[in-house]
């Protein structure tokens, strides 16, 4: 089945700790996202990916990092200057059409983080 | 700066009832319009998009109605049923995504 893949579905940080949240796609999809939802709160875009080896921040990047090695993965790490990391994470994946247009964007099934 | 909007949180509707959500959004260069629906702890799933080109796009009881010259857009859930109850954002895509703050639907048996 093609999709996408989160995992944990639950992440423990400890404070001071780096942790890393996996996302897979085998959908051939060339663009990848990270958006954060807080409580009561819409999408939020951490980072996104349009390519392999190259990534833009979003409007909350500060605190995560991303790598883009291969076209399947796009891995969140959420370092310890994120000092509010508690949230549930969402990956997603789009194709990118001509002259960068996206049509549609589907989502994993998301990671909760909390600290410990 | 928000540039999709959902400014109402919340909605309840009666079973078989029609249900409109509503969205606004400022740039006129957006391709697509998309909404999603979500449930809590789940990654939202997408229901109907429509191009920018269009002003509507219908699919079942799910229909988005896009309204250029107002910058507006609306999804209409008709009949509405109880597993219709959920977050229903609204998106827009040109080079990312946008989303709108959501708008939880409520639809009474």
């Known amino acids: 089945d093609g999709g996408i893949t989160q995992s944990p579905k639950y992440l423990f940080r400890k404070e001071g700790q780096n942790v890393t949240l996996s996302c897979e796609q085998n959908l051939n999809h060339d663009a990848m996202y990270w958006y954060r939802q807080d409580p009561g709160q819409g999408l939020r875009l951490i980072y996104y990916?349009?390519?392999?080896?190259?990534?833009q921040k979003g409007d909350i990047a500060e605190g995560y990092s991303v790598s883009r090695e291969k076209k399947e993965s796009f891995p969140l790490t959420v370092t310890s200057a994120q000092k509010n990391p508690t949230a549930f994470y969402l990956c997603?994946?789009?194709?990118?059409?001509?002259?960068?247009?996206?049509?549609?964007?589907?989502f994993g099934p998301g990671t909760r983080l909390l600290v410990l | 700066d928000q540039q999709v909007k959902q400014n109402s949180p919340s909605l309840s509707v009666q079973e078989g009832r029609i249900s409109i959500l509503n969205c606004d959004y400022t740039n006129s260069m957006f391709d697509y319009f998309l909404w999603y629906k979500k449930y809590p702890a789940e990654g939202p799933t997408f229901l109907i998009s429509i191009s920018s080109i269009k002003d509507k796009n219908e699919d079942g009881r799910f229909t988005v109605f896009l309204n250029k010259s107002a910058k507006h857009l609306s999804l209409h859930i008709v009949p509405s049923q109880p597993g219709d109850s959920a977050v229903y954002f609204c998106?827009?895509?040109?080079?990312?995504?946008?989303f709108g703050t959501g708008t939880s639907l409520t639809v009474i048996p």
């Open positions: 998106a827009a895509s040109g080079n990312q995504f946008y």
């Open positions: 997603a994946s789009s194709i990118v059409l001509l002259a960068g247009v996206q049509e549609t964007q589907y």
């Open positions: 990916s349009q390519i392999v080896n190259d990534f």
